[in-house]
């Protein structure tokens, strides 16, 4: 398997070359595929009982292709793509920050998080084990941070893409109840070194509040 990253940094898409093995996406990635690539929409894979064990009785498809060609994936959202490598160890990742994987992975909740009132939907994380490796997206530029023994650093969740899986961190309540309900910055984690994190430069609930400022109110 082969990837190359394209129209890096603020439109990015993600080319895969397969050579008989194969590769998993969330729905609606897939710009388009060339060459022998048969794909399928399956809820197993690493996600399998995921919606189902957090968000109490949905289902996460994800497709899979597989054969000899280039599969091309874009994210929802503009912004970059890193590849991130496993070899028997670990990475937390924001679900809304998964675009793609391969091989043979294993995954756990690491934060079950929020719903509705800061976010659209469903907020949370998962942690990915094994041999294999992610593609992660980010809204706007990707920011990656190297973090000594015993350095901390405190991060709104919805800036936060992924780290290493062996980082220790803890999820807060960040400022008074106005300040969680109109400041942005309800719940934030709190990340302690070493190891390294990646940061997202725009935040999509942010956009959505600045687009609302603009749209007519019911009378």
Do not use: C
């Not at 990707?142 to 405190?154: A, Q, T």
Request: aromatic letters at 10%; a negative charge; glycine letters at 14%.
């Amino acid at each position: 398997m082969k990837y190359e990253i394209l129209n890096r940094p603020a439109f990015s898409v993600l080319k895969i070359e397969l050579d008989g093995d194969s590769v998993f996406s969330e729905p609606g990635a897939m710009m388009f595929i060339a060459g022998e690539i048969g794909v399928e929409t399956t809820t197993g894979g690493i996600f399998k009982g995921l919606k189902r064990k957090i968000l109490g009785g949905e289902s996460l498809f994800l497709n899979k292709f597989e054969g000899i060609g280039e599969v091309w994936l874009a994210p929802k959202i503009p912004g970059d793509i890193r590849y991130l490598e496993l070899k028997g160890d670990s990475v937390i990742v924001q679900d809304s920050s998964y675009l793609a994987h391969h091989g043979d992975l294993d995954y756990s909740v690491a934060w079950k998080g929020l719903r509705g009132l800061l976010a659209e939907g469903e907020l949370f994380w998962i942690k990915l084990e094994g041999e294999g490796g992610v593609w992660v997206n980010s809204y706007g530029g990707m920011l990656e941070m190297e973090l000594r023994h015993g350095e901390e650093i405190i991060v709104d969740n919805f800036h936060f893409v992924a780290m290493d899986g062996e980082m220790d961190y803890s999820i807060e309540k960040f400022g008074g109840l106005k300040s969680f309900l109109f400041g942005g910055e309800g719940i934030v984690a709190r990340v302690r070194g070493p190891g390294r994190i990646l940061l997202q430069t725009r935040t999509l609930s942010q956009f959505v509040e600045e687009i609302r400022r603009f749209l007519p109110r019911e009378k």
